[in-house]
């Protein structure tokens, strides 16, 4: 069997993954990049609100007012859904979520993320124009609808905590404001805000690609292989591809978001990792209608977004086993809802599709050196924010592993704050 060797290989071509890999070789590595699917983006990078969130500086973090909580516990919820029977395993995960969730600890988290937050799009803009794919990038931001006046207050008071923050504006509207800006929608409404600054991408996995494509196209290699099979080999780390040809590497790059646990958990790393599951399905709109904007209803809990496949309708969390069968119940609830909001006519996708985010409890990837392994190193956990901090937390991550200055304190991102 034949043998390549690289100076790094980089496990998962999402987002995350493709980014990291692309940094590294920017900087003089030779990556081989590594994905069971042998392409890039197939994933949990493919299916998410295609938001590269620039505004978004404080985390989604557990609600702590009895309210929310009691909503959650009833099962009945568009933003959040249970398996009863994944509870043993989710509850604990939970409790930490929780616990991690206080004031301070959801600022000590906006703090440390603040300079990821920060770069995301300008990161994003760098590698999109080297992958020749300015397509893939539209400067629309999104809208936030309210449908009550407490609810907009709510917003607006979170709007003046991300400018006092972080120097973050946006737009408020009043109902005039937002017909002129979606004239297709219906409903009453107290008002929205209109977040400028996020980018929006039409196609996630589409821009996956390119980067992986671009990757390639630099004297990457890019093949098919099983991260499981990875296994330390003196000084360096090993695995076979689907041929059963080896792969040798000084140094490996664990960026295979929610199954990371596949292979740090075999080698003895006890990282809090939990998964968050979500769905979307894609829809044409009837007639004339046209869609200029990701817009979320804040009050009912959803998300419709303009992508290229057709209008994507997207859910909350669902807090299940990794792998069990899909329950997409909070699409069946939400769509009567999206009809209202939009004219959706029939779906183009044969069936839902589900994904999986990967999350820690205090809402921050991990990204760093494993402490007991000479050449392993993790890049996982980006929660809801994959998309937006892939190319930001790869360009992190290439600094630390090539001596660089980092540009923003690791610290808060290293595996064993956990310990």
Known sequence: MAEQRADVMVLGAGMVGVSAALHLQQRGR???????????????SYGNAGLI??????????????????????????????????????L???????????????????????????????????????????????????????????????????????????????????????????????????????????????????????????????????????????????????????????????EAVVALGPWSDLVFRPLGYNIQLGIKRGYHRHFAPRGNAVLNHPVLDADRGFLLAPMNRGIRLTTGAEFARRDAAPTPVQLERTLPLARDLFPLGDSVDPKPWMGSRPCLPDMLPVIGKASRHAGLWFDFGHHHHGLTLGPVTGRLLAEMMTGEAPFADPSPFAAERFN
């Open 30 to 44: 030779d990556v081989v990049l590594i994905d069971r699917h042998g392409v890039a983006g197939e994933e949990t």
């Open 92 to 250: 604990p995960w939970l409790w930490r979520y929780f616990r991690a969730s206080t004031p301070d600890g959801a600022l000590r988290s906006a703090r440390a993320a603040l300079p990821l937050i920060e770069r995301s799009l300008v990161e994003h803009e760098a590698l999109i124009a080297q992958a020749d794919a300015p397509d893939l990038l539209r400067r629309t931001g999104w809208i936030k609808l309210f449908r009550s006046q407490v609810s907009l207050d709510e917003g607006i008071a979170d709007l003046d905590r991300a400018h006092k923050f972080a120097g973050i504006t946006a737009d408020v509207l009043d109902p005039a404001a937002i017909e002129a800006r979606e004239p297709h929608l219906a409903g009453s409404f107290a008002g929205a805000i209109h977040w400028g600054a996020p980018g929006f991408v039409p196609d996630p996995g589409k821009l996956a690609k390119a980067y992986a494509e671009l990757f390639v196209r630099n004297g990457g290699r890019f093949i098919a292989a099983d991260a499981r099979r990875l296994e330390q080999d003196g000084a360096a780390w090993r695995l076979r591809d689907t041929q059963g040809n080896a792969v040798v590497a000084r």
């Open 53 to 90: 969130e620039r505004a978004s500086v404080f985390p989604y973090m557990f609600p702590r007012d009895v309210t929310h909580i009691l909503r959650y516990a009833l099962n009945r919820s568009a933003e959040s859904h249970y398996h009863l029977s994944a509870l043993p395993v989710v």
